[in-house]
């Protein structure tokens, strides 16, 4: 969703760090799908320039296309992907899983 169509800008820019750290900036889209048991194309916010879809394909065809290059290890498309990501969508993963089991 681009910020053209997107009805809600991301607060992620608005937030403190601590908020940012922990992600609690998300825990009102949590409960929001809680309650209605869905979430709506119109509850979720603006993609953070970062995460979009363009962006990252282009950054991880490069990724991999060097991952092809090293000739003293096999390719890995795990490895293509974190040089993409970073460990930060895995880490948010460990913390957001078990908050949401307590909603």
């Not at 309650?35 to 991999?64: F, G, M, T, V």
């Not at 390719?75 to 895995?90: E, Q």
Request: charged share 20%; proline share 7%.
């Amino acid at each position: 969703m681009t910020s053209n169509s997107s009805r809600k800008p991301n607060p992620y820019y608005q937030i403190n760090l601590w908020s940012r750290f922990f992600h609690g900036w998300i825990s009102p889209l949590i409960q929001k799908s809680h309650k209605q048991d869905a979430i709506h194309l119109k509850d979720l916010y603006d993609l953070l320039p970062q995460y979009e879809s363009k962006e990252l394909c282009e950054r991880l065809e490069s990724n991999w296309l060097n991952e092809l290059k090293q000739t003293n290890r096999q390719p890995s498309l795990v490895r293509a992907t974190l040089k993409t990501m970073g460990w930060r969508p895995f880490l948010v993963g460990l913390i957001i899983i078990p908050t949401v089991n307590k909603i």
